[in-house]
């Protein structure tokens, strides 16, 4: 299918093939018929990207700070590779279409194949032929309304959360500040509530257009007396700021013509620099808009589908967009007089160079699709690149930085390893991926690697629910597996896995898990020095780990398992490494409450080792990133080691120190690709037992279920 796609790095768009969406149990996949280009926010977007290195720089300063940790971790021409890779990504412009329903997810009610849907949200609604949409992100198009209409859906809801917000009465004076898309649309509904406009924008062509809608509209140097003559000199009773632009005109404008204890609304991207003085004197309420109401930046209502309750959220995302649909629907809201030009979706890159370049008047741009003729046989599509033979021939399913900056370029080095297929559910980044890498086709169904015949190996580092079945069905279809931590996140789970691999082995299939700290030349220098031991060991990991978002899927137990199945499994495979024993039983503890609302991501968990041994790890995400991240402790037969986050290493014994250091930080993700391509040619290369991941799989279940017990759980088959 075509998608139109932006290079981050220098801003170039192009119509791309790629493979089309595969349907989700949670939303729909729906065939484009007219998709809005957002003006306002995929201008000042497409400009951002079109700045050098040293300009996104500038415009970005969080993301400089995290580029100086990782030179500090990395090094620096490590660093470079991986943000000239991220810089090299493609984005996908767009976020308001309305189409035809293709395939409904089997938890999607009250939609079926071919209803009209109109469609919101960024990487969902974007411009392609076919797109999959979250169930709360689409709502079906009424009667009489046109697909044209209705793919202003997404300008439509932002509009009218703005003016939920304002709180407008009938009769009030409301005062609306910028004319373009969103302007314009929040005009046109408060005249539809009985409200008195008055509005005004730079351009006089946009103020033209808003008279036509029955406000008084004026330039922006006439607001004031023209907000003063329709309320008898006593101010709006709220304004609505739906401008763009960086200084604060707009916030003092609102801040002088609203009236005493009136309401002043941010909808637009404005500066925020507030003028003390009108705001203190007038006791002004301000607030701001965001987007298209409750719901947006919730993963539970926009990716589950977890719905508000009616009777306590009335105006979700989802009902705003149907609210304005019917408001088209009732004539309330035109649309097409706000519609200046059309573009089939092959013109694209004509239409975005319109409003880039500003070459002639515009406001709404409609991108054109025509109905699809057979979406389903384009998950796949090929790269037409040179298939040579290799020794491993590789299958990447799931391609997320972490594959892309810490597993591939290793396997990049390998003349005897070829990637031949690169799947993603986003079907551009398998495009990008697979070309940057040589592959032969990208698809967005992990079925069409199984089914290759030539791909004897699969990398699979999609996200940590799907890691179980998808080792499954990749033995099964005679494919060794690499897997990225963790291998899975239920103890039901494993006896599939280990079911299939005992028939894969006796075919001589290999399974590796993505644990790649036993890899790192400090955890061979650490296992050696403990080697020939006669006591226990006695270990501590101290993990200072970032805190992460309660909202992002790695906290959902149920997709990303938590932070202690999540990433503890790295901890708890190194220390059962460097004691070279399995863990035989757990515990842990988690702290009794924290303002996120997530307390599993500060921990101690206590492991014992069938040896003898102990190991503690304490795992917070409460600390200061200025202080290394992992700090391992091991003692034992008078001797002692400290690893400080994989750069430096002190061994202690007979009274001495030793140290061994590496040039950046070395986790062993080079040793770790080289070990799982070598087993491949080689049968007699080892890799850690199915016993030993097996054991670090149960163990962590294990950990995540103590810290809501509080109790020790065996380690069962350690």
Known sequence: MKQLIQIYRNGALQIADVPAPVVRATGVVVATRNSLISVGTERASALMARKNILGKALARPDLVRKVVEQVENNGLIGTAKMVFSRLQ???????????????????????????????????????????????????????????????????????????????????????????????????????????SVVCADLDP???????????????????????????????????????????????????????????????????MNLPREPFYIKELDLRLSTSYGPGRYDPDYEEKGVDYPHAYVRWTEQRNMEAFLALAQAGRVATAQLTTHRFPIERAAEAYRLILDSTEPFLGVLLQYSPPADVRARAVVALHHNASSASVCLGIIGAGNHVADKLLPHLARRRDVRIRAVCTTTGMKARALGERVGAVFCTSEPEAVFADDTINAVLIGTRHDSHAPLVVQALNAGKHVFVEKPLCLREDEIPAVLDAYSRAAAQGLRLMVGLNRRYSPHAAQIRDFFGGRTNPLVMNYRVNAAPIDARNWIQDINVGGGRMIGEGCHFVDFMQFVAASPVIAVSAVSI????????????VATLEFADGSIGSLVYSAGGDRALAKERFEGFGDGRAVVLEDFKSLEKYANGRRDTFRTARQEKGFAREMATFCDSIINAQVPLPSIAEIACVARACCLLERSLSSRERYQVAGA
Not at 99 to 106: C, D, P, Y
Not at 117 to 143: M, T, W
């Open 89 to 195: 990504a493609p984005v996908a412009p767009g976020y308001s279409c309305a189409g035809v329903a293709l395939e409904v997810g089997r938890e999607v009610t009250g939609i079926k194949v071919g209803d009209a849907l109109a469609c919101a949200g960024q990487n969902y609604a974007s411009h392609a032929e076919v797109v999959f949409v979250p169930r709360n992100l689409c709502v079906k198009i009424p009667d009489g309304v046109t697909f044209e209409a209705a793919s202003y859906v997404a300008l439509g809801a932002i509009a009218m959360q703005g003016i939920r917000q304002a709180e407008p009465r009938l009769g009030e004076v409301v005062a609306v500040i910028g004319l373009g898309l969103i302007g314009q649309l929040t005009v046109q509904m408060l005249v539809a509530n009985g409200c």
């Open 205 to 271: 062509t946009k103020v033209e257009l808003a008279c036509k809608t029955g406000a008084a509209a004026v330039s922006l140097q006439h607001l004031g007396d023209k907000v003063a003559a329709a309320s008898a000199g006593r101010g709006a009773d709220a304004v609505i700021i739906a401008a763009s632009t960086r200084d604060d005109v707009p916030v003092s404008a609102a801040a002088q013509i609203c009236r005493k204890r009136g309401r002043v609304v941010v909808v637009g991207a404005v500066g």
């Open 592 to 603: 009794a409450h924290q303002a996120a609302g997530v307390t599993n991501d500060q921990t």
